[in-house]
């Protein structure tokens, strides 16, 4: 046993941590994980716990797809590691300490499903071609009473006001200062526009780290929720005919640490690497976005108007666009701008969503595309000689054109692997037969307390 590990079992157990929850995402953008008591982590560490196979193609609702060649049987084992220097001691459980994990095969090596691996590969990619991307998520959710049933939005008053964190005094207060102890940066928190919807902004951080603290993030609102009887949906829809939640995905990227998204000659500051990594984003939205947005849900959520990403264009600030540009200025300071994914949720997978961000936008820098003029109205509300015009098109928006989309894009569908990319179709699919049985509402219903 390492000392650092040593140090950190008893470190744990004088604080009185009695588990260690070791988490991952599944490919339904599911958290799933395993808890050990502190005596437990240094063989966790070195061998893994146990997890089954097929927990790459359970689908939304728990059910084993057979879909996958690879994962055909309920047989075998594979290990999950903690990452043994992530382990934050829960602010909000205060029993509990919380690790992200990695899934290995039973012989140690490398698990071509392990999402964490993928993300891995893409950062490593990026650095060997001397770029480095940060990422930050914003995260929508609603809140319900606990006891509620149904959802009953916990607030009403003016969107935007105050009257909406006051609401929920107690919950507000105990989250920002769990999340403080758990080492998440908090950018801003509000009361948002949907009933009973807030919005926590993340900082940014490398992308390994921005994944991470997206799961530990929902840990610790689901935890402060529970407190103060209160219970959080990040589901992409809560209720059909309102506002979705987005979980927008903010990147930039830099050279030698100066942002190429500003300081530059190009439109709205853009350098020409800054230009030519939107414009790989855009060449590859719609096989994108069958990962950052990939549920039935988030088919439900992305639609005109909702700003929620339903064309695929850029704008800078334009928050109807897929791509909304975060121009710099010398009033923000060095190092802000960044480019915001709209088409983006809980039921992405983090690191699955950042992965094939990152090799789209590596891939538009390494290609030296330029992106078309940007937009800065809604093309929604134009006609469709308008848009035509303009070469605006609406995303995919059924399971099988997100599903063509990644399929037809090989330099996306690598970021997965074919084993991954396979089981996450298999998935996919499985979702959208359980999906094609049901309404509109049923569907949302079916996906409100997943994440
Ligand atoms: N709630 C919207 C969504 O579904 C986003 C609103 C905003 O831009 O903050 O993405
Ligand atoms: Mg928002």
Known sequence: MSKDVRATVAELADQGVVGITVAWADNNGITRSRTVPPRGLPSAVRTGIGVTPPCAVFDSHDAITFGHKGLGTPSGDVRLVPEADRIVRLSGQSGFAWAPGRLVAADGSDWPYDPRGVLERQVARAAAAGLTVRAGYEIEFQLTAADAGEFRPVHDGPSYGPLRTLAVDGFAEQLLRDLDHNGIGVHQFHGEYGPGQFELSITAQDPLTAADQQLLARQTIHAAARTHGLR???????ETGTVGNGWHLHTSISRDEVNLLEGGSGPHGLTDDGAAYLAGLLRDLPAVLAVTAPSVASLLRRRPGFWSGAYGFWGPENREAALRLVPGSPFLGAGRANVELKPSDASANPYLALAVVIAAGIAGVEDRLTPPDPVQQDPGTWTDAERAAAGIRLLPSTVDEQLAALAGNARISAV????????????????AAWAAQRSPDEVVAGHRWLY
């Open 232 to 238: 959080a949906s990040f589901a992409p829809l809560v």
């Open 416 to 431: 997965l692997g074919a084993e991954l990319a396979d089981a996450f179709r298999a998935v996919r699919e499985s979702d």
